[in-house]
């Protein structure tokens, strides 16, 4: 199964992708897999060529492209330094690139995001009216603002695509609490949503490289994740 990274411009820089391409004959449904605090790194790279052997063209931005790739700062003070403004941007960019590649179905495109890359996934759907199908894994400060504007949360009602919610019951970000009231609150909106927590899981239950991992948690919550992408990218 072939990878790549693909060069996209965002306001006249450029901003690598890391692309994963199905086997078997295009075009293939696509989803956007948005990253961690550790960048595109070796995990986020895994993730993408899984969701490529599971049928979908899968780009993962590198919403880092910005700074220094010399830089020898920490994970979390590198996406500390991230805003909404130029997020929304690039992923807008990457959807843009997907759009045109001969490999992808244009009309059938979702997105991921795995701890901060779920905040970017919730923010997406209420951004991006063309995107069919959002999944968010763990995804924290989504009622927290990054920069000038509203927070993830806030934009709820702007929602325009089903999504789905993967969460560890043990998580400090986001908490249960955290969950639940994002849970009522696309509820209360009549939004096309279905969440659902992992007991004796915390955050990054998906990564097998970490501590933190849980395999039947992360098997489970892969299984529901396809199942929703069918539902909203393969079906007709």
């Avoid at 990274?5 to 086997?23: A, L």
Wanted: charge should be negative.
């Amino acid at each position: 199964m072939p990878s790549r990274w693909d060069t996209v411009s965002v306001s006249g820089e450029p901003m690598r992708c890391y692309v994963g391409v199905p086997p078997g004959s295009p075009p293939f449904p696509a989803v956007i897999v948005i990253q961690h605090a550790g960048g595109v790194d070796d995990f986020i790279q895994r993730m993408a060529e899984r969701f490529a052997a599971a049928g979908y063209l899968a780009a993962a931005p590198d919403l880092y492209h910005r700074e220094d790739p010399g830089s020898s700062d920490d994970p979390m003070t590198r996406m500390g330094r991230l805003r909404d403004a130029g997020i929304v941007s690039d992923v807008n960019a990457a959807f843009e690139h997907v759009k045109r590649l001969p490999e992808a179905r244009a009309d059938r495109i979702g997105i991921t995001g795995f701890c901060m890359g779920g905040r970017v996934a919730y923010l997406m759907a209420a951004h991006s009216p063309h995107l069919r199908a959002a999944v968010v894994f763990y995804g924290g400060n989504i009622m927290a603002p990054w920069g000038a504007g509203p927070a993830p949360f806030d934009l709820s009602d702007r929602i325009a695509c089903p999504v789905m919610g993967l969460f560890g019951e043990d998580d400090p970000n986001p908490t249960p609490a955290d969950v639940a009231k994002i849970d009522a609150n696309l509820t209360r909106l009549g939004k096309a949503h279905d969440f659902h927590s992992y007991p004796g899981a915390g955050h990054a239950f998906m990564n097998a490289g970490r501590p933190s991992y849980r395999e039947a948690a992360a098997a489970d919550a892969w299984t529901r994740c396809l199942g929703w992408f069918q539902q909203y990218l393969s079906e007709e």
